[in-house]
Structure formats: structure tokens, C-alpha cells
């Protein structure tokens, strides 16, 4: 295969470091700023100040690509909105909860409470990004998936990011989705492992079950690759710099520190 023309830069899910940020978000930053990691996407400040974090991470030379929170609907949204613009983020990533992809009238209500969110945020400079498990896929409604339906009814401003493993653990190849995806596509999260369900721990990239790099290949339009590891039987900090070490080693991304050689 050819390397992407221009790779997209690496980014890390802090949801890779929870217990560990929920204890010392600010020491997490400096710990993966040091991996070479060009930006991070939160999931969560701890309770500490947006501005502070901001503050931090721009010390740091870290970006913020994009951030989990919940949709900005309902009463919530002006907090959501409020926090999220103080911390200086554009895109807001969140998902549906999987019973609602049980039947077509639950992913029409969610569809419709993504784009009341994505209206919320626009009215603040925002956006929204819509982040997949696997249940989007492993649901069908005439011949077609969930994931399908969905995307067809959320407005054209909602972005994707799509997570390859989960699309992988609902056994199709997501790959072939990521292509299919065009411009819309701007996220990806990379992880790697057995795909059997959410209690896997990962592994480095290359020795699961997911194609990563064709994964990385897969869409130009992508502007982050985003690593990420929900668990590891290792120390995480060495899985993310193993996984660094791949996507940039192999020209599929680009950081702030060579590969290590012998390492890609």
C-alpha cells in the first residue's frame, strides 16, 4: 500500500488513562505530551478549571482534537456548552445508548436528540461528532444497519469518528466502512485486541484481530487519528507509546518524536 499523502496527527483518548486522570489530570498531559502525542481528546476534567487545563496543555503544546461529552440537549446544554467553550474545543463526540438501536423508532428519537444538540452547539461556534459502538452495527431494520439509518437521518453538520474496534467486534470490517464515510469522516479511534466485547484488554497495534493500518489508510478526509485503550494486562503509558511508535513509524500518522527503530 502507499502512505497517506498527508498522514493525519496522533492524537490519545484520556479515557486510555481514567484512574490515573481522575487523579492527576494535569501530570497525565504532561506524561503523554512527552510520548510525542500531537493533542488528546478528554473525557473528563476532574473538576478542575477549563481554563486551567487549557492553560496546561497549551504549556504543554498539546491540542485538544475534540472532547467526549454528553450531548448538549435538555437542560444540560448551556453547562455543557458553557464548559466546553471555556476549554477552547470545537468538536463535541458522544454516542446513543445501544437500545436504542434496537428498534427503528429508538434511532429516530436518538437521531433526533444528536441534532438538537448539534443545533445547541452550533449556536456557540460548536459541533457535534457522533462516536460508534457496536451495537450500530450488529442491529439490522430491513436489510439495513442501524449505523446506516442513523446517519442518514442526523443533520449533514454532525461529523463522525468512527471507532474501528467496536465496528471490528461487531464483525464487519471497518475498513471498508471508513472508506465508505467520504468527507464526513474525521475521527478515528485505533485500538487493537481480540474484538469480542467491552471487557477486552488491548493490545499493540498489530497483535489483535483489527486492521489498523488498513484502517489508517482507508479515508484521506481524516483529521485525527485518535488512540485509544479502554484496558491492558501491561502498563498503558508503554501501550501508547507502542502504538505511537506503529502509526508513525509506518508514516500513517504524524508526531512530535521519531519512531523508535526497531519499534514500527
Not at 487523579?23 to 481528546?41: K, M, N, P, S
Not at 460548536?126 to 457496536?134: G, K
Amino acid at each position: 500500500m502507499n502512505r497517506p499523502a498527508t498522514p493525519a496527527p496522533i492524537a490519545a483518548q484520556l479515557w486510555s488513562l481514567h484512574e490515573e486522570a481522575s487523579r492527576d489530570l494535569l501530570g497525565v498531559l504532561e506524561r503523554v505530551a512527552a510520548l510525542g502525542y500531537v493533542a488528546v481528546e478528554p473525557i473528563s476534567l476532574y473538576g478542575h478549571k477549563p481554563s486551567v487545563v487549557r492553560r496546561v496543555a497549551d504549556g504543554l503544546g498539546l491540542e485538544f482534537c475534540s472532547v467526549h461529552a454528553p450531548f448538549p440537549a435538555g437542560e444540560a446544554a448551556e453547562a455543557i456548552l458553557d464548559e466546553n467553550e471555556e476549554l477552547g474545543v470545537e468538536t463535541l463526540v458522544w454516542s446513543m445508548e445501544p437500545e436504542e438501536f434496537t428498534t427503528l423508532d429508538g434511532v429516530l428519537r436518538g437521531a433526533g436528540r444528536v441534532n438538537e444538540a448539534a443545533a445547541n452547539a452550533a449556536g456557540r461556534g460548536m459541533r457535534i461528532a457522533y462516536h460508534n459502538h457496536f451495537a450500530e452495527f450488529e442491529n439490522v431494520m430491513n436489510g439495513e444497519r442501524a449505523y446506516e439509518i442513523l446517519l442518514r437521518e442526523l443533520d449533514p453538520a454532525v461529523v463522525v469518528e468512527l471507532d474501528a474496534y467496536w465496528v471490528r467486534t461487531a464483525g464487519v470490517e471497518p475498513a471498508p466502512v471508513a472508506a465508505s464515510l467520504g468527507d464526513r469522516l474525521e475521527f478515528v479511534h485505533l485500538k487493537d485486541g481480540p474484538a469480542r466485547g467491552m471487557d477486552d484488554h488491548m493490545l499493540p497495534f498489530g497483535e489483535g484481530v483489527v486492521d489498523v493500518e488498513g484502517v489508517a489508510r482507508a479515508n484521506p478526509a481524516v483529521k485525527w487519528h485518535i488512540v485509544e485503550a479502554d484496558r491492558t494486562r501491561g502498563d498503558m503509558y508503554e501501550l501508547l507509546r507502542a502504538c505511537y511508535d506503529y502509526l508513525v513509524g509506518r508514516g500513517l500518522a504524524t508526531g512530535r518524536r521519531p519512531a523508535e527503530a526497531g519499534k514500527r
